[in-house]
Nanobody, 119 residues
Framework: QVQLVESGGGLVQAGGSLRLSCAASGLIFSINTMGWYRQAPGQQRELVTS???????NYADSVKGRFIISGDNAKNTVYMQMNSLKPEDTAVYYC?????????????WGQGTQVTVSS
């Protein structure tokens, strides 16, 4: 199994920055992709950004040029630097890991961390 623990959420003014961290533990060798999703009240959960084990990053159009995903293999941690935050970025942010274990695909989720951007 893979466990994910997020940190770094909080309240910030529009235009500010936050960095979210997601520490993975367990069978981390099985992870293919890690990413961040978010869910605003009354909205569906959406992909914000992801990064493959090979380092290829993908971003939602709404965050391109503002958010940056990166990883520290030594710490088994993925980061998301969020800059130029907007009120519409307010949501619960979830870390996600996708991989294969025992021939089966899996999705693992963190507990979520609240990000609130005030105008």
């Amino acid at each position: 199994q893979v466990q994910l623990v997020e940190s770094g959420g909080g309240l910030v003014q529009a235009g500010g920055s936050l960095r979210l961290s997601c520490a993975a533990s367990g069978l981390i060798f099985s992870i293919n992709t890690m990413g961040w999703y978010r869910q605003a009240p009354g909205q569906q959960r959406e992909l914000v950004t992801s990064i493959t084990s090979g380092g290829k990053a993908n971003y939602a159009d709404s965050v391109k040029g503002r958010f940056i995903i990166s990883g520290d293999n030594a710490k088994n941690t993925v980061y998301m630097q969020m800059n130029s935050l907007k009120p519409e970025d307010t949501a619960v942010y979830y870390c996600n890991a996708k991989g294969i274990l025992g021939g089966m695909l899996y999705d693992r989720w963190g507990q979520g961390t609240q990000v609130t951007v005030s105008s």
